[in-house]
Nanobody
Framework: VQLQASGGGLVQAGGSLRLSCAAS????????MGWFRQAPGKEREFVSA????????FYADSVKGRFTMSRDNAKNTLYLQMSSLNPEDTAIYYC???????????????????WGQGTQVTVSS
């Protein structure tokens, strides 16, 4: 399994970005897929996820209504559309995949075995 995240960058507060995660060795209908982020000095935290059966997406309260997770099965690519960004969204964003993660645990980074390399998102005020 390989995950390649891209699309990060520097954006002003209120702006938008779309992150992509190209996946290989993953069947979206057999894997839970997630987005997590980690800010400097903080633990990695849940952003959004889709469970193995396609349920979701589920969102962290901090991004609900501003972020939209989607996937293109034909391209085997996961997306995270982020809008109304604020400086608190500044972090490295990671995509993750796991075949065993169950719905009740997809909010925890430890539930995911496979990780992309991360892409930096910086929001200036």
């Amino acid at each position: 399994v390989q995950l390649q995240a891209s699309g990060g960058g520097l954006v002003q507060a209120g702006g938008s970005l779309r992150l992509s995660c190209a996946a290989s060795g993953v069947s979206f209908n057999r894997y839970a897929m997630g987005w997590f982020r980690q800010a400097p000095g903080k633990e990695r935290e849940f952003v959004s996820a889709i469970n193995r059966s396609g349920g979701g997406p589920f969102y962290a309260d901090s991004v609900k209504g501003r972020f939209t997770m989607s996937r293109d099965n034909a391209k085997n690519t996961l997306y995270l559309q982020m809008s109304s960004l604020n400086p608190e969204d500044t972090a490295i964003y990671y995509c993750a995949a796991d075949r065993q993660a169950i719905s009740s645990s997809i909010f925890r980074p430890t539930s995911f075995a496979y990780w992309g390399q991360g892409t930096q998102v910086t929001v200036s005020s």
